[in-house]
């Protein structure tokens, strides 16, 4: 069953850390680029970053360069999201999601998790 | 960046009509243009792309068409379980970004 399933989402404190985990199943996850897309409460969708198949290149929006950090595990078909000195402004829904090909559309999408920015 | 401006933002419509969406670019981005519909507390489903390539398992009334800057999405004969919130998106520059949605709700 090809699928993607998040974790590591909750309630953490403005300025504090929080890292994501997605794993991946039923595809050959070291073929394909992935990314972090979030939806913040009642809002539409936000690219957040992407990584290359190999790891070798990573993107991300700029207003969370320097605080969150794209990487990938191949072997544990594991991608993840760092994100340090979070802000309110960064509580959403954070899904990952395949790329069906370079550059091309995102044709598998995990359930998301809960990311809550709050003092 | 590029910029994506959906229209209309809600829309209220009757089974069987017929749809559309469009999706606008701020600059082209080629046929790099890609539907999503996404139903409350569910991730995006991929419907449409490449502006026009259909999906498979994605029932044959959603269409898509466009290049450069204009996309449309069309559902024909809609069904009641259509009612979701829609989203274009391009992958032609970095960063990726996508329209602010389309929610259609059935009267």
């Known amino acids: 069953q090809v699928q993607m399933v998040e974790s590591g989402g909750g309630v953490v404190q403005p300025g504090r850390s929080l890292r994501l985990a997605c794993v991946a199943s039923g595809f050959p996850f070291s073929n394909y680029g992935t990314h972090w897309v979030r939806q913040a409460p009642g809002k539409g969708l936000e690219w957040v970053a992407g990584?290359?198949?190999?790891?070798?290149?990573?993107s991300y929006i700029e207003s969370v360069r320097g605080r969150f950090t794209i990487t990938r595990d191949n072997p544990k078909n594991t991608l993840y999201l760092q994100m340090t000195s979070l802000r309110p402004e960064d509580t959403a829904v954070y899904f990952c999601?395949?790329?069906?090909?370079?550059?091309?559309?995102?044709?598998?999408w995990g359930q998301g998790t809960i990311v809550t920015v709050s003092s | 960046e590029i910029v994506l401006t959906q229209s209309p933002d809600f829309q209220s419509v009757t089974p069987k009509e017929k749809v559309t969406i469009t999706c606008r670019a701020s600059q082209s981005v080629g046929g790099r243009l890609h539907w999503y519909q996404q139903k409350p507390d569910q991730s995006p489903k991929l419907l449409i792309k490449?502006?026009?390539q259909s999906i498979s398992g994605v029932p044959s009334r959603f269409s898509g068409s466009g290049s450069g800057t204009d996309f449309t999405l069309t559902i024909n004969s809609l069904e009641a379980e259509d009612a979701a919130a829609y989203y274009c998106?391009?992958?032609?520059?970095?960063?990726?970004?996508f329209g602010q949605g389309t929610k259609l709700e059935i009267k």
């Open positions: 999601a395949k790329e069906y090909a370079d550059f091309g559309a995102f044709d598998i």
């Open positions: 490449y502006a026009s």
């Open positions: 990584i290359s198949n190999d790891g070798s290149s990573q």
């Open positions: 998106h391009q992958t032609s520059s970095l960063p990726f970004t």
